[in-house]
């Protein structure tokens, strides 16, 4: 079955410590994005990659950094300068930039302890 | 610039009565629209989407909204709920570009009683 993979489900961190999420996609899509989701808001964009080996920044990209270095794959990293961590962080793809079509993953929900 | 605005965080319903999330929308462009549905603690999945052909768009699992350029509204609808249609409902606008260029409304939780 095709589709997007996130790992793990849910996580605890302390402060100051660093977490990697995971996203793996198998759909063969170019673009992959990075959401947070707080209760009673949108979703807001984080990091998005459109090819391998090139990102951008979203609206909310501090504390956070990502990596694409293959086409599958777009882990976020959450860092200790991230003030306030804790929230429902969501993965997404499209098969090419220039579309509002995302395929989602299943989510990872954070906690700072 | 452009927004989208949910006008409600919460609908009820009973089972087998009509559905409607309403969504007002401002955009500089011609905008595409789309709604999206998440069950708990479950990522997002695509309803329908508008990118300016038939104003009357159908979806899955019977919804379907309709454009209004007049009023900038892209209501969702659905003659009947069921149980299964609880979940939280977002509307989206994307100006011509990039998915980096969506904006998410602040989602409607819709509750469906027995």
């Known amino acids: 079955d095709g589709g997007i993979t996130q790992s793990p489900k849910y996580l605890f961190r302390k402060e100051g410590q660093n977490v990697t999420l995971s996203c793996e996609q198998n759909l063969n899509h170019d673009a992959m994005y990075w959401y947070r989701q707080d209760p009673g808001q949108g979703l807001r964009l984080i990091y998005y990659?459109?090819?391998?080996?090139?990102?951008q920044k979203g609206d909310i990209a501090e504390g956070y950094s990502v990596s694409r270095e293959k086409k599958e794959s777009f882990p976020l990293t959450v860092t200790s300068a991230q003030k306030n961590p804790t929230a429902f962080y969501l993965c997404?793809?499209?098969?090419?930039?220039?579309?509002?079509?995302?395929?989602f993953g299943e989510g990872s929900r954070l906690t700072v302890l | 610039a452009q927004s989208v605005t949910q006008l409600d965080s919460h609908v009820s319903v009973s089972e087998g009565t009509p559905v409607l999330l309403r969504c007002n929308y401002s955009s500089s462009y011609s905008p595409s629209l789309f709604w999206y549905v998440q069950h708990p603690n479950k990522g997002l999945q695509l309803l329908l989407k508008y990118t300016s052909a038939a104003t009357l768009v159908k979806g899955i699992n019977g919804f379907e909204a309709e454009f209004k350029k007049s009023e900038t509204s892209f209501h969702l609808t659905k003659p009947s709920a069921h149980m299964s249609d609880a979940a939280e409902y977002f509307c989206v606008v994307r100006q011509s570009g990039s998915a980096r260029q969506l904006t998410f409304g602040s989602g409607t939780q819709l509750t469906v009683l027995p």
């Open positions: 997404a793809s499209s098969p090419h930039r220039d579309t509002g079509e995302l395929f």
């Open positions: 990659s459109q090819i391998v080996n090139d990102f």
